[in-house]
């Protein structure tokens, strides 16, 4: 491994070790609910949407659950806004995560761990976007560390930005329409997501192991999409 490499990678892990310690230090991982939005971002139009747009991307990207954010987003703005919303603000935490490991650390953890990273290059490499779709349809997996193994992997950025966008819109309706009855209809709006959900999981497992043609994302997904204890 190179000197660049080495210096990239460190920056890499410890600028993500300081980004978690300020989240904490500056409580900004309790500063996203519903009594912000609240106070800050419902009935000020466009300066609201924006604003959760920006805020929603920058804590999908450093960790915080994307079904949080499409709630929140279905609660601040109805059904049909806070989908499209949900969907814009988990795409910009991709964008987000992705470039930053592939701009700072993807030598060094490609050095790291060679064995992890050709996994995830030939789980994707054949058919990127439509191998993207599937792993964001299913229930199981980490968004965050989806975007990071993306970001050291040899993936097209276009393939697995567009195909993670596209991908998240069936978990985000289903958690917009949870926020969105939040004040109304609210049996029948969880019902019906309920169901929907384990529609979107199972259509997402049968998808995968469909057209996976033998290749693995990784040994946790594996055994709960099998069912192994």
């Known amino acids: 491994m190179s000197p660049r490499a080495m210096l990239r990678g460190l920056v890499f892990l410890a600028s993500l070790v300081l980004i978690g310690f300020a989240i904490r230090a500056l409580q900004l991982d309790t500063v ?3 009594a912000w939005i609240d106070s800050d971002i419902r009935g000020q139009g466009l300066t609201g949407e924006l604003l959760f747009v920006a805020l929603g991307g920058l804590f999908t990207a450093v960790g915080l659950p994307r079904q949080v954010v499409s709630f929140l987003a279905g609660y601040a703005f109805g ?3 806070g989908l499209a ?3 814009v603000a988990t795409a910009i935490g991709c964008v ?3 470039s930053y ?3 700072l650390g993807r030598e060094f953890i490609a050095n790291r761990f060679p064995g992890k990273v050709r996994r995830i290059d030939g789980f994707l490499s054949e058919n990127p976007f439509t191998m993207t779709l599937l792993i964001r349809f299913l229930p199981a997996g980490s968004n965050l560390l989806t975007n990071l193994a993306a970001g050291v992997s040899s993936v ?3 393939a697995f930005i567009l195909g993670s966008a596209i991908g998240y819109i069936p978990q985000t309706a289903i958690f917009a329409l949870v926020g969105s009855g939040i004040t109304v209809d609210t049996e029948w709006r969880i019902a019906l997501s309920a169901v929907l959900f384990v529609i979107s999981g199972l ?3 049968y998808l995968y192991r469909h057209y996976r043609h033998g290749k693995h994302l990784d040994d946790d997904t594996e055994r709960e999409l099998d069912g192994d204890d």
Do not use: S
């Open 203 to 205: 259509l997402g497992a």
């Open 32 to 34: 996203f609910d519903k």
């Open 79 to 81: 059904f049909v806004t």
């Open 96 to 98: 987000i995560t992705f």
């Open 156 to 158: 097209p950025a276009w």
């Open 101 to 103: 490991a592939r701009f």
């Open 85 to 87: 919303l949900g969907v």
